[in-house]
């Protein structure tokens, strides 16, 4: 073991206390006045209001401050090279987001410093059938494989609607098949029919292997289609399918088609027309990731509504607000006081839909989400209340490391190698 | 007399042939020059013998031979010729695109491994990079993404096929994007590569499998892209990965990892960002000169401060992995004047003893021909400059190039720049 | 009886009755705080509209009987919101090409006015209301000279209701020599250029628009001078538009972000004697003490990526507050249609980042007013004023405060829009 890796491992290590804060646990706890978080090994080990704080640990004074589980963005292109969209073809589901990732985007510090320490990093929406989504922590200074939050389930992006039917714009010298919904409908099932035959097609190898015996004649493998293993491992529920969509009538669709072929759509994204269809969206399980106001920019979102999140949420969907853009993506705390004043949801229930929501979609709600014993110390810290309109974050931590400081940044993060401080 | 004819004849040869035809067995001593082997210290008063296509001898004491052609290098220096390792020279030059016009002329087949480059390369464009010092270039077209397999020529002599120092020199895999086709995203090229690889190796078991038994099994087809990948996947060819981005060395890496190939990496203007990486990993590398290559336009908020940065940061590379103890070539990979970017690279910090190995002998590492090029040592093939400076400094000529032992002398109004981007 | 009802007596009944059924009755705001803006905070106060205007403002404000009396306790009133920069009205879906009237086509359209390509029936208005927002400055888009904005109320059936100011600017685009993004241009064989070409290519590019508006505006002002000495001209629309900008009679809100771009525009305004604006302005903190200098408003909109990836990473959130520690004039907008209802929030988020809650709340208010020179009239609670009021629960800049109440020429405005009807439809589907 090196020195190097030491000093790393003694700096992950670190204790840290943040004391005084009113700490918004989203959790079992509730709101605690005057609180402590105590981190240990990138964990938090204990929050409480009498939590004793070990000798030499760091202690972050949180007086007059809140204390928020760091905010999980469940629709993001940030950190991304070489193109968001693999455009040329109708299913790419072999493409991976891990394969590009790009750890110098700035982005990653400026939502930093909105409190996000997680997002959910799509492939685009050119394809009904698109790629490999990364679910990825916002370890600013790390290497592209370090920012991947390992363990999250893999997903694929679908989308439906007017961009991959291509209403909006034209290439030109192109002739793309699907124009229509219709066409989007024929895509999906073309895909999973060609599916079920891959996965009857290796099922037929492995018996023959199987019974070729270990010195039997080996047949030749089927060939390995990487797009067709990611839509198998769909119908064998491995793979989330997190899928873009808008109108009421293509979630439906969706819906249907899922059912049929026996999996399921892990979460509804925009999903702005969501709320005319909230008690099937809840019937079939799917989360749902939809914006907390932006609309009116195309047909398929000239419906959509802010009261969207709150009736989704009354009918039992599991509910987040997303950003979709590095920009928006900064201030999700202010996107998720929307809720509030759309539909009167809970203060405590809108801060939920940008942490444990987003969490439970994206299969990570046992690592983080909440301000909780055991889970990963992913912690934002604010000067007031995050949905106050002073409020401004101060801190951010992932992993019980603080990758933004406020009152340390000097302007130079950008460059900088970042990280542990 | 016998002899008479013959001897009309050979006046009569060196009458019409034209400058530079070395006839068999001539024999040439450079006297008193400041001679650079490059595979040790420099020699302030050294003579290099060239016969038969070879060098004979190098050193401080040599004595010429009988009967050589005595040339006095007094007050000039001697060095290997320079070796272009990655680059256009003798292809047509590369459309500057845009416009949506038709293209002017056939465009290659941008995903096609089985394309050779020798089949492109026009003999007089070639043969004009060495007025500036340069006797060997691998050659290979600049788009594309799997451009095809690149050729290593000493740029000397009548016909190409005698040109040809190693065909095919590599295969070549352009981290690169297309604009209509599939792959249009940076994840999707990585996706090609792998799905291509994978069925390269099914290509293989397949035929394998037919060879041992044909009899009753159906023929698989005839695949030229795929058979092009088999001396790659069986560790026998070379695979150079065109990196432009830092994070383009480990998806070159992790593809190398994958499928077991032999890699070396070309272009990395970031390379030194990942130097632990690739010190770890001994990764060959051709590195770039051609520090403001054309680009496409980027959008989004033009951001030209970075983007300067960006090309001081590529101007500082090559100084930055000297520093960090990396060996590696510099290639022009297209610039308009290899030797201009060499200085460029010296000027920013490389010493220029390291600069003049790097355009010598570590490229004839990296390609595998360094027992045979590269550095003045008897035995290995006769590629001397001989230059009217110190090499590689701003008003420095190729004053007499040699070539397979062949000597061309470069035309004084001669435009040193080449259009071989 | 009957017999003695003249036709006239009964038509000056009727006559009177509908004057008095057009004019809104009085209304008084009774028991609310009252942030006028232009001047100290009534926490405990009274308001009273009448006739269009505000009649009376403050703790003691007498109440006419015929009065509507709304009961204000625990609720705060404010000035109507004016947006300084939008394109409401102009536009609807922004990717449905029927419904958007922003940018015509070429460079040049000085003689583009968009009050009267306003759609008052736009679903986008009363959503835009519903939060407060009273007036905006709607403006064409796009080219080097985009056309003439005007400000808008937004209540009203007709264009010309809504119009309160036309024009009140002329829009430009500051060239920045670069090439247009289009989506097209995605598929296509891009054009492969070195960095020291593009950065040559735009500099002359820059040049060459630079030249050409200069020469549209000489040429405009050399016009309105033989009009003025009654010389016979041809006519010509677009020079004619430009001589109120030549004459400085109408001001020029000139689209900047660029540091560069930015001192460009004011070299180029007072090389041609404009009277100039600054929209955009991403980068004015930059040079805040040049705009200052020259007395150079800025229309910010503040939820923006910064310029530059070596920028602090709220240099947008905090170019409010340098420009106003520098003395700069600035409104805060948010230069789009859809969410203009939004507008409280950006301001809120200038004040999470240094600028005084009460800067802010004029930067949505009185700034703008003073910026377009209708300060006599909107941006503030004072007797005389254009009755522009709304009422909310609490800080209209945090995010969960509801707007009970809005006035526009003391007319009380529904708050329902297309979302509450949908919300309503909707939420309890089974």
């Not at chain 1, 992993?399 to 302007?411: C, K, N, P």
């Not at chain 2, 004819?5 to 006046?11: E, N, S, V």
């Not at chain 2, 009899?215 to 030229?224: F, I, Q, S, V, W």
């Amino acid at each position: 073991m090196n020195a190097l890796f030491l000093a790393l491992l003694a700096l992950a290590s670190e204790t840290i206390a943040i004391r005084g804060g009113t700490i918004l646990t989203v959790g079992p706890q509730g709101t605690i006045a005057n609180g402590t978080v105590l981190i240990r090994d990138g964990r938090i080990a204990a929050v409480g209001t009498d939590v004793a704080v070990p000798a030499g640990a760091r202690v972050i004074d949180a007086t007059g401050r809140y204390v928020i589980p760091g905010i999980i963005d469940a629709h993001s292109h940030t950190a991304i090279e070489g193109g968001v969209n693999e455009c040329t073809n109708v299913v790419t589901a072999e493409v991976r987001i891990a394969d590009v990732l790009d750890q110098h985007d700035v982005n990653i510090y400026r939502q930093l410093a909105g409190g996000v320490t997680a997002a959910n990093v799509l492939h685009g929406s050119c394809n009904p059938i698109g790629g490999q989504n990364a679910v990825i922590k916002m370890r600013w200074g790390k290497g592209p494989s370090d920012l991947v939050f390992a363990g999250a389930p893999p997903g694929v992006k679908f989308a439906l609607g007017e961009n991959p039917k291509r209403s909006n714009f034209r290439v030109p010298g192109v002739t793309r098949y699907p124009a229509t919904r219709m066409g989007v409908e024929v895509v999906l099932r073309d895909s999973f029919r060609r599916a079920q035959d891959y996965k009857r097609e290796w099922e037929e190898y492995d018996r023959k292997v199987k019974a070729a015996g270990p010195k039997g004649e080996r047949p030749v493998a089927p060939r390995r289609d990487l797009e067709l293993d990611e839509l198998r491992d769909i119908l064998d529920g491995k793979v989330y399918v997190h899928a873009h969509c808008y109108r009421a009538d293509e979630i439906l669709m969706l819906i249907h088609l899922a059912d049929e072929f026996g999996f399921k759509i892990r979460t509804f994204q925009h999903v702005l027309e969501g709320y005319k269809v909230a008690s099937e969206i809840a019937k079939h399980g799917a989360g749902a990731s939809t914006f907390a106001d932006f609309w009116g920019y195309k047909m398929e979102a000239f419906d959509a509504i802010p009261y969207n999140a709150a009736i989704m949420a009354s009918h039992g969907v599991n509910v987040s607000l997303n950003s979709d853009d590095d920009e928006r993506a900064r201030r999700l705390y202010w996107e998720a006081a929307k809720a509030v004043k759309y539909g009167g949801v809970s203060e405590t229930e809108a801060l939920k839909m940008v942490t444990l929501n987003p969490a439970w979609q994206l299969g990570v709600d046992k690592r983080v989400g909440s301000i909780e014993v055991g889970k990963d110390a992913d912690i934002a810290i604010f000067s007031a209340h995050p949905f106050d309109p002073a409020t401004r974050v101060e801190m951010t931590l992932v992993d019980g490391i603080v990758y933004f400081d406020r009152a340390r940044d000097d302007g130079k993060a950008t460059r900088a190698a970042g990280g542990a401080r | 007399m016998r002899a008479r004819p013959i001897l009309a004849l050979m006046m009569l040869a060196a009458l019409v042939s034209p400058r530079g035809y070395a006839a068999r067995g001539e024999v040439y001593a450079l006297v008193g020059g400041r001679v650079f082997p490059v595979s040790g210290p420099p020699i302030e008063k050294g003579t290099v013998v060239i016969r038969d296509g070879l060098i004979e001898a190098v050193g401080a004491n040599v004595t010429v031979p009988v009967g050589a052609r005595v040339i006095d290098v007094k007050g000039l220096s001697v060095t290997p010729g320079l070796v272009d390792g990655f680059g256009g020279i003798g292809l047509p030059a590369p459309r500057p695109g845009g416009g949506g016009g038709a293209p002017p002329s056939p465009a290659a087949n941008p995903l096609a491994p089985q394309a050779l480059a020798l089949d492109r390369v026009r003999l007089a464009d070639a043969l004009k990079a060495r007025d500036s010092g340069i006797t060997t270039a691998l050659v290979i077209p600049r788009d594309g993404v799997l451009p095809g397999q690149s050729v290593l020529l000493n740029l000397g002599g009548e016909k190409l096929e005698g040109m040809v120092l190693r065909q095919p020199a590599a295969l070549h895999l352009h981290m690169a994007t297309l604009s209509r086709t599939y792959p249009g995203s940076l994840m999707g090229t990585v996706a090609y590569a792998r799905q291509a690889l994978y069925d390269a190796a099914r290509y293989r078991d397949e035929w394998k499998a037919y060879e041992t038994a044909a009899r009753g099994h159906k023929r698989p087809a005839y695949d030229p892209a795929l058979q092009a990948w088999q001396e790659v996947l069986a560790g026998k060819e070379l695979l150079i990965v065109t990196a432009t981005r830092e994070n383009d060395v480990r998806r070159a890496l992790a593809l190398a990892d994958e499928f077991k190939v032999r890699l070396a990496v070309a272009d990395a203007p970031q390379a030194a960002r990942v130097a632990e990486l690739i010190k770890t990993r001994k990764l060959p590398l051709l590195v770039s000169v051609n520090f403001d290559p054309p680009r496409a336009p980027t959008f989004g908020t033009p951001d030209d401060e970075k983007e300067r940065q960006d090309i001081e940061e590529a101007e500082r590379n090559p100084s930055e992995l000297h520093k960090a103890g990396i060996s590696f070539a510099l290639v022009s990979a297209f610039a308009p004047d290899f030797l201009a970017g060499v200085r460029k690279a010296i000027e920013r910090g490389l010493p220029a003893d390291a600069a003049l190995r790097a355009v010598t002998l570590a490229p004839a590492e990296v390609l595998g021909v360094a027992d045979r090029l590269g550095s003045l040592e008897a035995g290995k093939i006769a590629n001397v400059v001989v230059w009217s400076g110190e090499p590689l400094a701003k008003d420095t000529k190729a004053k007499m190039v040699f070539v397979d032992g062949a000597l061309y002398e470069p035309d004084e109004k001669a435009k040193p720049k080449e259009d071989h981007r | 009886m009957k017999a003695r009802f003249s036709m006239s007596a009964l038509l000056s009944v009727m006559a009177a009755a509908a004057l008095a059924a057009d004019a809104p009755r009085p209304i008084a705001i009774r028991g609310a705080r009252i942030v006028t803006v232009s001047g100290p905070v009534i926490e405990k106060g009274t308001i009273v509209l009448s006739g269009g205007k505000i009649v009376a403002v403050g703790e003691n404000a007498a109440i006419p009987g015929v009065a509507e009396v709304i009961d204000g306790t625990g609720k705060t009133v404010y000035p109507g919101l004016i947006n300084g920069l939008t394109t409401l009205g102009l536009t609807e879906i922004g990717s449905v090409p029927g419904s958007v009237d922003t940018t015509e086509t070429g460079d040049i359209n000085p003689q583009a006015r968009a009050w009267l390509a306003v759609q008052p029936h736009s679903d986008l208005i009363p959503i835009a209301r519903a939060n407060g927002v009273t007036v905006v400055l709607t403006a064409p888009q796009g080219g080097l000279v985009s056309g003439q904005s005007a400000l808008l109320r937004l209540a009203g059936t007709t264009p010309e209701a809504l119009t309160v100011k036309q024009p009140a600017a002329m829009h430009m685009v500051y060239p920045t020599g670069r090439p247009v993004f289009n989506l097209a241009r995605l598929f296509e064989e891009p054009e492969l250029k070195t960095f020291e070409d593009r950065v040559k290519d735009r500099r002359q590019n820059q040049e060459k628009e630079l030249r050409r508006l200069g020469n549209l505006i000489e040429d405009a002002r050399a016009l309105g001078q033989r009009r003025g000495a009654n010389v016979p001209s041809d006519v010509d629309l677009a020079e004619e538009a430009l001589g109120a900008v030549a004459r400085g009679e109408l001001p020029v809100v000139m689209r900047a972000d660029a540091e560069d771009d930015i001192r460009g525009a004011v070299r180029f305004a007072g090389e041609h004697g404009l009277k100039l604006i600054i929209a955009g302005g991403l980068e004015a903190w930059r040079c805040a003490d040049l705009l200052k200098e020259k007395d150079v408003p800025v229309l910010l909109q503040v939820d923006r990526l910064p310029l530059r990836e070596s920028d602090r990473y709220d240099a947008s959130f905090t170019n409010p507050s340098a420009l106003h520690r520098a003395g700069v004039r600035f409104a805060i907008v948010s230069d789009d249609a859809a969410d203009t209802r939004n507008l409280p929030y950006e301001a809120a988020m200038a004040r999470a980042y240094g600028l005084p809650a009460d800067v802010a709340l004029r930067a949505i208010t009185l700034s703008p007013a003073e910026i377009f020179g209708v300060a006599d009239r909107l941006g503030a609670l004072a007797v005389g004023k254009d009755a522009d009021v709304f009422v909310a629960t609490g800080d209209i800049m945090d995010t969960r405060t509801q707007v009970t109440h809005v006035f526009v020429d003391g007319a009380p405005q529904s708050l329902e829009t297309r979302h509450t009807r949908l919300y309503r439809e909707f939420k309890d589907r089974p």
